[in-house]
């Protein structure tokens, strides 16, 4: 099946400072890829949509300005958490759908396990 | 508003045969995909029902009944291997995947 990388896979920082999460197809062309975040013991939670070339869409209750999503390449998506606080403290993954091929499936990423001190 | 149900946790014996069920209320219906999780790691691909069946794929099986609103997963021949979270999720009338909070699935020798 397809791959989709995440980097880093893991992050410690402090409060305050903002961290960049970079989400990769590497054997397909994504033109959307979605950006969630998963608390211990509990779902998914789509936080927004990314779409290549234009502006992503948030989910409810999510901060665009806390959660940047730049998706600037059929390939590449990256979400940057600034200003970030302990409660943003999550195990963030990526997915993709591939853009051709009538794939239905999302392709996930291994996950960014973010600890904000 | 949306809503999917399933059971928090279950437990099973290895060899033995589990079925872990889901229910829906969404708004409109593209069809129902299972994942599986293993803790600490992204979620893989199950499967994908849209039409009402069951549809079998080796030791897993996934059945629909969109008249019910009601799916489930079959776990055949149970391995230590298949101890995970099972996420049953829904795509609704613009393709959004609506999520369940998973059940945590543990198997005993």
């Known amino acids: 099946g397809a791959v989709v990388s995440q980097h880093p896979s893991w992050v410690i920082c402090k409060s305050g400072t903002s961290v960049k999460i970079e989400c990769r197809s590497l054997d397909f062309q994504a033109t959307t890829m979605f950006w969630y975040r998963q608390f211990p013991k509990q779902s998914l939670m789509l936080m927004a949509t990314?779409?290549?070339?234009?502006?992503?869409?948030?989910e409810q209750g999510v901060e665009k300005d806390k959660f940047l999503i730049n998706h600037a390449s059929l390939t590449l998506s990256t979400l940057t958490v600034t200003s970030a606080h302990p409660e943003d403290s999550s195990f963030y993954i990526c997915?993709?759908?591939?853009?051709?091929?009538?794939?239905?499936?999302?392709?996930f990423g291994p996950g960014t396990r973010l600890t904000v001190l | 508003g949306q809503n999917i149900d399933q059971p928090t946790e279950m437990t099973a014996t290895e060899g033995a045969i589990v079925q872990i069920n889901c229910t829906y209320q969404?708004?409109?219906?593209?069809?129902l995909f299972w994942y599986q999780q293993h803790a600490g790691e992204a979620p893989t691909f199950l499967s994908y029902?849209?039409l009402d069946g069951l549809e079998e794929k080796g030791r897993f099986s996934s059945f629909l009944s969109r008249s019910k609103g009601y799916s489930y997963l079959l776990l055949k021949e149970l391995q230590m291997k298949d101890s995970a979270s099972y996420l049953c999720?829904?795509?609704?009338?613009?393709?959004?995947?609506?999520w369940g909070a998973g059940t945590k699935l543990i198997i005993k020798p």
């Open positions: 969404t708004s409109g219906f593209n069809g």
């Open positions: 990314s779409n290549e070339g234009s502006k992503a869409t948030y």
């Open positions: 999720a829904v795509w609704d009338s613009n393709y959004q995947l609506i």
């Open positions: 029902n849209v």
């Open positions: 997915s993709a759908r591939p853009s051709q091929g009538g794939e239905i499936e999302q392709f």
